[in-house]
């Protein structure tokens, strides 16, 4: 019995099959449902893939959810390194030392705050001024999704007097505005059902200044 | 850039390690992290799995009698988070002594605690 | 008002293309949502690359860094799944070249088998008498020879064509052909005591 080609008496072989079961592609379609050992050939590759769409399922489970530690650490080290952005300076105590924060760690900052109320989730995040500068005024942008129905002019309201807050403790920047923009809403399907992203465009109303 | 010699990258990595735990102590950092960015470390890292050392969290570099510190860390957001970086600081040339100093302190991560209580939605 | 939960339930239901295209404009929770969704088969994918449990959990987030840098080179964002399984497998690939440079594996705790059971080392026959098709299965994975293993893997778990199969291990499209067939006609002849 020949090893690589295995091939059958009708003088096809299983690897013919098997690119035939990837592309489609046999040099003579005509033949296959008249030959039991092509039949044969093909049950059996049928057979093994989906034994190995078994194992992917075993070791997808295996492998855990996207909501597990693995992943979080995974997340965490790659904010760390992937968005740090520019350095916001901190007064030194000490003359000669350079003490800043990391724009990525203040968006960070901000999206947490915005995350934590209810019904509201942070998008975008930017910084808009020279940051790097004390005292130079910088404008916050933050866009975020709202669950609809919520009453926006107040929840806009209460979460820029959170951000602002938030920078006035953690940071020593001089916020000269605070924009959220509603860039999406989501549509709740049900009571208790899980919201459903319905990707509607907000209405001008809904934008605050 | 003076060469250290043996000894005296033991002494760094002595400073570097006792440097991290003074860090550590200091009211509001809850980590602190590599002083280099991972990329920059890949090498480091390959070396340190290989002959078992860890990796410096804090970087001290040793030019003449100067010690130059850099260290990159995370607070917990109990404390304004620039009041943490000053604290951090004068720890660090705390524990230093009276050998001249230049350090570096940059916040990578600011938690943010809950709402404190009273305050309306 | 009751409370919602924070923002990774908010993108649940978002279909991937929208995700990748906030991602790709700087939208970092959308590219979160996206490692979660995709990371659980990137990862099972590279440990049955790499054989590895830690050099997995580095591929994957090797991959997702590499990933974020490219987001503007994805030119069908509804395709990003894909794009993801390719480069987790091109780092996977990357490991193994490295790990040759640095010999030591790792621990046997260490290894894919202490995970998803004892096939390391066992033979489809014994396996058989532990009643375990999977099993069966999984160790006629680990007899194949290594470059076979890589195009199944590839083709099974990353579901990769021919061409971007050929482009990971950097051979032809007719070597993956070739070793992609001799893989299955040996699992499926040691699949055979299973019909």
Known sequence: MSTSGDTFECGHSLEQLSNYLDTGEFSDPGHLPDCPECQAGLASLRRLGELGDELVTADLAAAGNGTDDWMQSILDNLRLELRPGRDIPVHAGTAGDILTETEGSISALIRSVTDSHPGTAAGKCRLDGDVGTPGAPVTVRVDVAVVFGHPLEERAAALRRDIAAALARHTELNIAAIDVTVADVLEPRLQGAPAAWTSRPPQPSEETP | MNQPSASGDAAQGATAAELREVILAVDGVTEVYPARPLWQTIAGAARSAVTGDPLPAVLVEFAGDTAHVRTRIGVSGARPAPDVARSVAGAIRAHLGPRPATVQVQIVQVRSEAKPAGEST | MTGS???????????????????????????????????????????????????????????????????????????????????????????????????????????????????????????????????????????????????????????????????????????????????????????????
Request: net charge neutral; with cysteine; hydrophobic share 40%.
């Open chain 3, 5 to 195: 939960p924070p923002a990774p339930d908010h993108f649940d239901l978002v279909p991937d293309a929208l995700l990748a295209g906030r991602a790709a404009d700087g939208d970092t929770a959308a590219f979160e949502a996206l490692a979660r969704r995709h990371g659980p088969l990137m990862r099972a994918s590279a440990r049955r690359l790499t054989g590895s449990l830690a050099d997995a959990d580095d591929v994957v987030q090797e991959s997702l860094v590499q990933a974020w840098k490219q987001l503007n080179t994805l030119r069908d964002p509804a395709a990003v799944k894909g794009w993801l399984l390719r480069i987790t497998g091109s780092r996977s690939i990357d490991h193994l070249r490295r790990r040759k440079n640095h010999t030591a594996l790792g621990t046997v705790e260490d290894s894919v088998a202490a995970v998803s059971g004892p096939a390391e080392g066992g033979n489809p026959e014994s396996a058989a008498l532990n009643g375990s098709r999977m099993e069966a299965l999984k160790a006629a994975l680990a007899a194949l020879p290594e470059e076979q293993r890589r195009c199944w893997v590839l083709k099974q778990f990353n579901d990769q064509s021919y061409e971007e199969i050929a482009q990971t291990l950097n051979i032809s499209t007719a070597s993956v052909r070739g070793r992609l067939a001799r893989a299955r006609v040996t699992l499926a002849r040691e699949m055979e005591g299973w019909q």
